[in-house]
Nanobody, 121 residues
Framework: QVQLVESGGGLVQAGESLRLSCAAS????????MGWFRQAPGKEREFVAA???????VYADSLKGRFTMSRINAKTTVYLQMNSLKPEDTAVYYC???????????????WGQGTQVTVSS
């Protein structure tokens, strides 16, 4: 089992920044690709970013340049730095873990409870 706990969400104005954190515990952290997803009301859960143990990252094309994912392996924590936030970034953001990379939510075995991000215009 892998337990994931997100934090750092909140209400911000357009143009501001937020940093989300995801603390992992349980099985060997290095075995997993960590991902961030988001789900807005009435929409499907969508891929935001993923990071490998090596530190290599993959981003949704629409978010490149504004969002940055990082990890501190020794602390088993991953982060999502979100800059220049827009109202359309409003969603519940989820941290997830998978044994192999995929952009599909169904490929991730473990999920956090989610953290709400709301961006006002």
């Amino acid at each position: 089992q892998v337990q994931l706990v997100e934090s750092g969400g909140g209400l911000v104005q357009a143009g501001e920044s937020l940093r989300l954190s995801c603390a992992a515990s349980g099985r060997t952290f290095s075995n997993y690709v960590m991902g961030w997803f988001r789900q807005a009301p009435g929409k499907e859960r969508e891929f935001v970013a993923a990071i490998f143990w090596s530190g290599d990252t993959v981003y949704a094309d629409s978010l490149k340049g504004r969002f940055t994912m990082s990890r501190i392996n020794a602390k088993t924590t991953v982060y999502l730095q979100m800059n220049s936030l827009k109202p359309e970034d409003t969603a519940v953001y989820y941290c997830a873990a998978a044994l192999g990379f995929t952009r599909e939510p169904r490929g991730y075995s473990y999920w956090g409870q989610g953290t709400q991000v709301t961006v006002s215009s």
